[in-house]
């Protein structure tokens, strides 16, 4: 991963090859093919490994805990704001290459459904029969608006901060992917709080109450 970052700095998108990252990590290019399938794809996989991280954090919640709230929890154990460094440097270097762009979408596709598979897992909507076209449809439309969410937090990021990889920065990008969540768990009952503001690391269902 840090190879094909380290080759996207240096020479940008599309100027490389899969020997180049090969070499550059030390492996065959029979090894390579092993993982993946193309350039694009190693690439990629920089966005997969964080995704996949938050994934095994949401795992581990507790399984009666909502699943927006488990989410946002999941988010929240990612505390280094260097753990979205890769995350954030090669959303900043792939901006306006639509190569790029189409495998970074595959990505995020790949992770709506693997949250798919861990929300059905433990979703029980009220009066929905588990298995039914009703329970599919709150699934994966719970799915899809966590990615959504996640998105426009790195686009507010990205318009706010650049490709600033500072640890101020990386922090700001880390809460907005927090409050993505926070948002929807209240069903976007009003804009986050401002970033840095006591109220922005306050749980939804603290805020809720302070509310009432």
Request: hydrophobic residues 40%.
């Amino acid at each position: 991963m840090e190879s094909t970052l380290a080759l996207l700095r240096q020479n940008g998108p599309g100027n490389f090859t899969v020997e180049d990252i090969a070499d550059a990590a030390g492996i065959s290019r029979r090894t390579f093919f092993n993982y993946f399938g193309s350039t694009e794809a190693a690439i990629a996989s920089v966005t997969n490994g964080f995704l996949d991280s938050a994934l095994e954090q949401f795992r581990r919640r507790p399984v009666d805990e909502p699943i927006l709230e488990s989410a946002r929890a999941a988010l929240v154990e990612l505390a280094d704001p260097m753990t979205v460094a890769p995350l954030a440097e090669l959303f900043g270097l792939t901006q306006g290459n639509p190569l790029m762009a189409r495998s970074e979408l595959e990505a995020w596709d790949h992770c709506t459904e693997q949250i798919v598979a861990a929300a059905r897992e433990r979703s029980r909507t009220p009066g929905v029969e588990e298995g039914t076209d009703a329970n599919e449809l709150y699934v994966r439309a719970l799915a899809g608006s966590v990615i959504s969410c996640g998105k426009a937090a790195m686009d507010v990021w990205f318009r706010r901060c650049g490709p600033d990889l500072s640890p101020e920065s990386l922090a700001v990008l880390r809460q907005l992917l927090i409050d993505s969540m926070g948002l929807l768990g209240s069903g976007f009952a009003g804009p986050a709080p401002a970033i840095g503001s006591p109220e922005s690391s306050a749980t939804p269902s603290t805020r809720n109450a302070e509310r009432s």
